[in-house]
């Protein structure tokens, strides 16, 4: 059953917590949606949009996870919350953007931890480079057609869910990686 809505707003994130519950619980929960916000230096970056980033790229996540946590505590359940190299990248041009995802990581890496107790999982997954509106947005004007769809990483995905949550609870991955070495250190 589809809901669609903005994840900032409480009353799309408390729809998709009900439906989850009507249709019987949660074993996992993905945050994937995100907000690129403007490419350029920071020197010259409107201070002011970071209150538009971190809502969407942070807070709406940690919302939903506090949320649907007692639905995945009750089927042992794992987060796994969509990452990016500009977490610790440093790229000239996308530091708001990286310093969200950056405090999506230290958040996720905490929850980890704190989580345990209650049955949860949680996990990062930074998908890579892809051919995608977003990656679009980022290069206007651009040829990005020599990255790779979103399907590449479906062996990745297809290799995480057929895990024991516990035993990636807290791990940082790739999910490009060709040989099947997703897992990455955690900085």
């Known amino acids: 059953m589809p809901v669609a809505g903005d994840l900032v707003d409480a009353s799309v994130r408390a729809t998709l917590v009900d439906t989850a519950r ?25 201070v002011p949009r970071l209150g538009q980033l971190f809502p969407v790229n942070v807070g709406a996540p940690m919302a939903l996870i506090q949320l649907a946590a007692p639905l995945l505590a009750e089927r042992r359940g794992l987060i796994v919350n969509v990452t990016s190299d500009a977490a610790h990248g440093a790229y000239p041009g996308w530091g708001p953007y990286g310093a969200s995802k ?18 949860i999982s949680a996990v990062l ?55 099947g070495q997703w897992l990455q ?3």
């Open 22 to 46: 009507t249709l019987g619980g949660l074993d996992l929960l993905i945050n994937n949606a995100s907000a690129l916000g403007p490419i350029g230096p920071l020197l010259k970056f409107d």
């Open 102 to 119: 950056a405090a999506l990581e230290l958040l996720t890496r905490t929850l980890a931890a704190e989580l345990v107790d209650c049955g």
């Open 125 to 179: 997954v930074d998908p890579g480079d892809m051919r995608t509106r977003m990656h679009q947005d980022a290069f206007p004007g651009e040829d990005i057609s020599d990255r790779p769809l979103p399907e590449i990483t479906v062996p990745f995905w297809n290799w995480l869910l057929d895990q024991d949550p516990e035993q990636v609870r807290g791990k940082r991955f790739a999910a490009q990686q060709a040989d």
């Open 185 to 187: 250190q955690a900085s």
